[in-house]
């Protein structure tokens, strides 16, 4: 049982071969490209930012000199500053002087994990407006509600849809058709019959998730092989039986994989619906600090979002390892 | 098989025809009248089984054979209740069925075990769909899994099992409900030729023990003789009944038999109705186009022409 290890070193292991269709790589290999594929751009970013004669289109004001327009920190146009500055040395009088800079939208690496802290602990401008935390925390309600809501009656229906076809025929063309619908289309009529505040954020989620998560898990559970149904009919299951002891655990790995997938899309749906009846969340605290032009922050609060999703998801992926212990059983004997 | 002078198929010997007079006059488990199926399919109505009729008794082993695209897997997954019946009946101890139930286990090919369950609870399945207890249905099928021989294996998931084992279990689950009459759809059809033939030699020792019809599906010639009492023989296009031809090769069995002169004049009169030396109209034969030239001496004994 188990497979045979061998220690000797006179064996040298085989060259990797990096493009061998379909071919697994070995797992050395495999983690070093993880690791490249978040540093690469990474790299590209620091190139653009910290290299001077790479892009750089404008310029900033070290010291103002005796152009009364220029203010010490200010970015101006490269062009604009040329000009000022011949237009300082024909006149005698004494240059501005500055060095090239990237326009205020793109912050370097250093200041955005910089911000990464102080967008903490910035305090909010006006006493009503929240803390960076208190909207994450907002946001994330939001996309708890209506992911949970949009799961309590879509993974049911999906696994009847996928069970009985007379069920599947009666919802499934009419799910196709409206899943079709975009959900921020729906944003006014929500704000109408659902109020201004949370009510219409958690709607839109619930739409943008719910079509597709019956279509979905309707298919997931088509793919349950028949035999094991018929196994089971032949065991003496019936009926609930057959949908409880059959069916659920059967698809129950990739229900949950399906689910985290879905819970993928629910947080693009998060930042139109945050826009919609009073701004709020994660998405109120990236227009208001664009506004202010603080797009360290901006900047941060993008990648938090994803550092939440893949930290989710990675967790539950960890998790369903556990849950399902006969997913990680090894294949061989 | 030239110079070899074979008896009849129909010729038995003392003991196995006083066997088998006995076996016919226990009772019937199992008796099947006048069966068809029709598919309706885009081509048009298919006739996948016409009047079959046969009777199995108590504690026969009955095998079903016939070429590809007799119905041999249709009428067995009628006799499980998985596919409907277009006419005719089928009766279990008298009573007419129509739905799947545990009063006929199924042994299908592909195992259909239940990956997320052990052994244990695999062979426990059946039992607490019965409405057993927890700790009554384990108990129970804590001897099913001994009598498979896999009680080290109890706590492991199928896909930590060989194909063989998990076949073990999957006939363990089936027998766990005490059927009246156990279906194999050609159940070693994906076995290795060794482990098949430890399979055959551990479905004989529980059939031997317990009390159980076994109705078999195989396309192997060799299985159906080694295993059976009588063999169900169909024809394609429609399925129907060719001979139910009664085995002369006396038991109990063993793997020497498979060239005495009974096995092999079963094994001549199967071939004889199963391939029929007509050719197949629909497919065309091979082409022959010669492509090679280097090792003709070899094979006829001349010069390779250049």
């Known amino acids: 049982m188990g497979i045979l290890k061998v220690d000797d070193a006179s064996i040298a292991p085989e060259k990797v071969q990096w493009f061998a269709a379909r071919r697994p790589l070995p797992q050395k290999a495999s983690r070093m490209l993880t690791v490249f594929s978040f540093l690469m751009p990474l790299l590209i970013w620091s190139i653009v930012s910290y290299v001077p004669f790479v892009w750089h289109p404008k310029v900033a004001v070290v010291d103002p000199g005796s152009v009364s327009w220029f203010q010490e920190g200010s970015l101006i146009d490269k062009a604009d ?34 911000a990464f802290y102080t967008s903490f602990t910035t305090e909010p401008k006006r006493k009503s407006e929240s803390w960076l935390h208190e909207s994450l925390w907002h946001s994330v309600q939001v996309i708890f509600w209506g992911f949970v809501l949009s799961s309590i009656i879509g993974i049911p229906l999906g696994i009847l849809c996928g069970t009985y076809v007379a069920i599947s025929r009666l919802h499934e063309p009419f799910i196709e058709f409206f899943r079709y619908l975009p959900a921020p289309a729906f944003g006014a009529l929500a704000v109408a019959i659902l109020g201004i505040h949370d009510g219409p954020k958690i709607a839109i989620i619930f739409i943008g998730t719910f079509f597709q998560q019956v279509l979905v898990v309707a298919n997931t559970t088509r793919k349950l092989d028949v035999a094991l149904i018929e196994a089971a009919l032949t065991l003496g299951a019936r009926k609930f039986h057959l949908l409880f002891r059959v069916v659920i655990p059967g698809i129950i790995t990739d229900l949950y994989r399906d689910l985290r997938i879905l819970l993928g899309w629910a947080w693009t749906y998060l930042i139109v619906a945050e826009l919609i009846g009073t701004s709020s969340g994660i998405t109120w605290f990236i227009t208001q600090q664009a506004r202010y032009k603080n797009f360290d922050n901006v900047f941060a609060a993008i990648i938090m979002i994803g550092i939440i999703g893949l930290i989710s998801d990675l967790l539950l992926g960890w998790l369903g390892k556990h849950i399902f212990p006969w997913e990680k059983v090894s294949r061989n004997v | 098989m030239t110079g070899i002078q074979l008896p009849s198929y129909l010729d038995q010997d003392e003991k196995t025809r006083a066997r088998l007079d006995r076996l016919k006059q226990r009772e019937v488990i199992l008796e099947v009248n006048n069966l068809t199926k029709v598919f309706d399919s885009p081509q048009g109505r298919i006739t996948a089984l016409k009047n079959v009729s046969f009777k199995t008794h108590r504690r026969e082993f009955v095998c079903i054979i016939g070429p590809s695209g007799c119905g041999k897997s249709t009428l067995v997954r009628m006799l499980a209740g998985l596919e409907s019946i277009t006419s005719g009946e089928i009766l279990l101890d008298g009573e007419p069925k129509l739905e799947p ?41 804590m001897q099913w899994v001994e009598m498979v021989g896999l009680s080290k294996f109890a706590n492991h998931y199928p896909q930590q099992l060989s194909g063989g084992m998990k076949q073990r279990v999957a006939i363990a689950r089936a027998l766990a409900n005490q059927p009246r009459i156990l279906l194999m759809d050609e159940p070693f059809g994906a076995l290795d030729a060794q482990t098949r033939a430890k399979m055959q030699a551990s479905l004989f020792d529980i059939w031997r023990n317990i009390d159980i019809t076994i109705c078999f599906i ?10 059976a009492d009588r063999i169900l023989v169909l024809k394609a296009h429609p399925g129907e009944v060719q001979e139910l031809i009664e085995v002369p090769v006396p038991r109990p069995r063993n793997p020497e038999q498979f060239i005495s002169p009974e096995f092999l ?41 250049e």
């Open chain 2, 101 to 141: 139930g545990p009063d006929r286990g199924m042994v299908f090919q592909g195992y259909t075990l239940f990956p997320w369950l052990t052994v244990k609870k695999n062979v426990m399945f059946g039992l607490q769909m019965q409405g057993r207890s927890k700790s009554q249905a384990e108990s129970e099928a």
């Open chain 1, 81 to 114: 500053f040329a000009e000022e500055v011949e237009l300082a040395m024909t006149e005698g009088r004494l240059p501005p002087t500055g060095e090239p800079a990237n326009p205020v939208y793109l912050p370097a690496p250093h200041e955005v994990a910089k």
């Open chain 2, 265 to 305: 004049a079963t094994k001549k009169r199967l071939e004889e109705l199963i391939h029929p030396p007509v050719s197949d109209k629909e497919e065309e034969p091979f082409q022959l186009i010669r492509m090679a030239r280097a090792g003709d001496e070899v094979e006829n004994g001349l010069e390779s022409v």
């Open chain 2, 218 to 227: 195989t396309h192997d010639l060799d299985e159906a003789i080694y295993l």
